[in-house]
């Protein structure tokens, strides 16, 4: 296993977030935690990478616990992309050179320029390179900020809403690249998604929380208009086209 969540347990003053969250996540795999807003999907990305602190449980990447080491430590090992990058006067080439700095020691090296300029073509970001972070769009924004995580060349994906800003080709475009990604670069994603027909057109599992806990989990094939229904409160179908599974609301 990648990624080991042993009994992950969050609070907010008194108000109890996550209860007891447990799951695992093999090497190429992408999964996807979904449910309704306010869930807890944005917390338990962040109590995994350390940026907020679990009342209880551990955080293991490959049988090391993320959530006692330093920060730098943690940024060699996992990539993390909010939901909104903060725009900066810096050009989208500078942003994405920011993801090296964990690996960094005295000077930016030939190896770090040629990483980033490999990752700037995978995403088709070659027109922005040189424009300000702070003239793009917030989907273009997005788009330099996942690019960074992966130039940050880690074990693991944290993305928060990826697709969130992004119109429908774009959409499709950096899926396709993390899917890319994982499967060439031997590591894994996960993803908090509010879309399910694309969580399920590019994920291998899935997680989805409902008052603060796991309500299920598993593969495709666990995955039932039931389990829908019970946490989104919505009726569905799950149909088949083209070996892809599509939820359609009744």
């Keep these: 296993m990648i990624l080991e969540v042993e009994g992950v347990e969050f609070q ?12 695992e996540l093999k090497r190429n795999e992408i999964l996807s935690i979904l449910g309704p807003n306010g869930v807890g999907k944005t917390t338990l990305l962040k109590c995994m990478n350390a940026i907020l602190k ?3 449980g551990a955080v293991l990447i490959e049988n090391e616990d993320i959530l006692k080491l330093e920060q730098i430590e943690i940024a060699r090992r996992m990539g ?9 006067r810096l050009t989208a080439f500078d942003a994405i050179l920011l993801g090296r700095m964990p690996h960094m020691k005295w000077n930016i090296s030939p190896e770090d320029v040629m990483l980033v300029e490999t990752t700037i073509k995978k995403l088709h970001l070659e027109d922005m390179a040189l424009r300000y972070i702070d003239e793009l769009s917030g989907g273009e924004l997005q788009k330099v900020g996942i690019a960074r995580a992966i ?6 994906l944290l993305l928060d809403e990826p697709t969130s800003s992004l119109d429908l080709k774009n959409q499709l475009e950096i899926l396709d690249t993390i899917r890319d990604v994982v499967r060439k670069e031997n590591v894994s994603a996960i993803m908090t998604m509010h879309d399910l027909n694309l969580a399920f057109r590019y994920s291998d599992k899935f997680l ?4 603060g806990t796991i ?3 598993g593969s495709m094939s666990d995955i039932t208009p039931q389990i829908i229904h019970e946490v989104y409160g919505v009726p569905v179908t799950i149909q088949n086209y083209m070996d892809i599974s599509v ?4």
């Design 54 to 56: 679990p009342k209880k």
């Design 12 to 23: 907010y003053k008194s108000k109890e977030v996550l209860k007891d969250i447990k799951f």
């Design 80 to 88: 993390y992309v909010p939901q909104r990058c903060e725009p900066a």
């Design 247 to 250: 939820v359609i609301p009744v």
């Design 151 to 156: 130039a940050q060349n880690p074990k693991l």
């Design 215 to 217: 309500f299920a989990a």
């Design 208 to 211: 989805f929380l409902k008052n």
